[in-house]
């Protein structure tokens, strides 16, 4: 989507290795997140940010790590790969609290993630 | 722990049909509820319903909150193929989260 871009598109890769997906936005939002989606589970949060270098967990946060040390950048690094942790990545951002703003997040295309 | 529970889980419909989304929530400090279409990749944004905006319509859909049932659905009128995605419910409770369920399915067969 438009102002936010996420990579890579693709990636396998294999068990125990570790690796680290990128957000970038273009619109100077305050908050961004980071969730998986998996089939039957919808979207579940991963970690979120709500300013540079002020991140928190969310509800699957285990074997999952964050950074921001700069506004446009949110990145998400699996320490040693699981299958379990096979899925769909996705990166969202919000200017402000979702109820100030009529939009909710906007979010980036996804990260597919294939660990063998 | 916040839950939000969409169902069916999938629909298949013909063109022209009308469908009902249907979204239930159990949320501490309830602030809003969001509906998304998702087709291939990112999820788009459709409605976001409040206390004080229990309706919403955008041509053939709408979308009712009802506070008292902690639920809402999402209408489709004259569906088309182009309908065809996953829809997504979440509410946002005191904090800047986003609690998502699990999507309904939905595919419109011409």
């Not at chain 1, 700069?70 to 320490?79: C, G, I, N, R, S």
């Not at chain 2, 004080?52 to 999402?74: H, Q, T």
């Amino acid at each position: 989507d438009a102002g936010i871009t996420q990579s890579p598109r693709h990636k396998v890769t294999e068990t125990g290795t570790p690796v680290t997906l990128r957000c970038h936005q273009t619109e100077n939002h305050r908050y961004m997140y980071w969730y998986r989606q998996d089939p039957g589970h919808g979207l579940r949060l991963i970690h979120y940010s709500y300013g540079v270098k002020d991140t928190d967990k969310g509800e699957v946060s285990d074997g999952y790590s964050v950074s921001r040390s700069k506004t446009e950048d949110f990145l998400l690094t699996l320490e040693s790969a699981t299958s379990s942790q096979t899925s769909v990545y996705f990166c969202a951002i919000s200017e402000s609290k979702v109820t100030d703003i009529n939009y909710g997040y906007t979010f980036g295309s996804g990260t597919r993630l294939t660990v063998v | 722990e916040d839950k939000v529970v969409q169902s069916p889980l999938s629909l298949v419909v013909h063109e022209g049909d009308t469908v009902t989304l249907n979204c239930s929530y159990e949320v501490t400090n309830f602030r809003s509820l969001l509906w998304y279409k998702q087709e291939k990749k990112a999820p788009t944004f459709l409605f976001m319903l409040t206390s004080s905006g229990i309706e919403k319509k955008s041509g053939r859909l709408s979308s009712i909150l009802d506070k008292k049932e902690l639920s809402s659905i999402l209408n489709i009128t004259a569906t088309q193929t182009g309908d065809s995605a996953i829809y997504l419910c979440a509410v946002n409770n005191a904090g800047n989260m986003l609690t998502f369920g699990g999507g309904t399915r939905l595919m419109v067969k011409p």
